[in-house]
């Protein structure tokens, strides 16, 4: 019986070890999607060179994420067209946190089978919101998504109004609603 006990403790433990994934850090990207018009066209948007930190293990992703952080100025935004960065960074976050950084700090891993959720803290403006995200491994990517509600904030109303007006794109609509995604290869 003892050493059927050792033998199923020894194969779950490799078993686990097996399916344990983790991503490779320097691929980390943090992407968004807004919404504007009345139809709620997406406007795709990056981060470009936020400042990250990491947890100590990184053997998984939990060892990895959990405890991680990331800052980045908005100034480091961009949105693939120049006019709808400069409305974004010099419209958008003027208003909403006076062009002031966004920090994230990751909490709650939980990992399962190519698939998992993490937590997401946001803060702007010295005030944070929680976002859950949903995780999957496929072919080789790491990718986590999640919505974060941008009213949360005190600033955004005002914030999404100064945008709708200065972007005439917009149709007098910003939503207040973003799509975040962290993508990463897995390893």
Known sequence: ???????????????SYLNAASIDKNTL??????YKTANMIATAGTVKNPKYTFGKDGSSIKGLLN???????????????E???N????????????????DVKITNVIEGD????????VSIGGQYETVGLHYTIKDGKFEAKGVLDLFAFK???????????????HAGISWSIVEITLSAKAK
């Open 67 to 81: 405890g991680a952080t990331a800052t980045f100025s908005p100034k480091n935004i961009d949105m693939g067209v």
């Open 1 to 15: 019986m003892k050493k059927f006990l050792v033998s199923a403790v020894l194969s779950a433990s490799l078993f």
């Open 29 to 34: 990207t943090i992407n968004f999607e807004g």
């Open 114 to 121: 190519n698939q998992g959720s993490l937590t997401a803290k």
């Open 83 to 85: 006019l709808i960065t």
């Open 155 to 169: 600033n955004s109303e005002q914030a999404l109004i100064d945008l709708a007006k200065a972007a005439p794109g």
């Open 87 to 102: 409305n974004i960074v010099n419209v958008f976050f003027k208003t909403l946190n006076g062009g002031k950084d966004v």
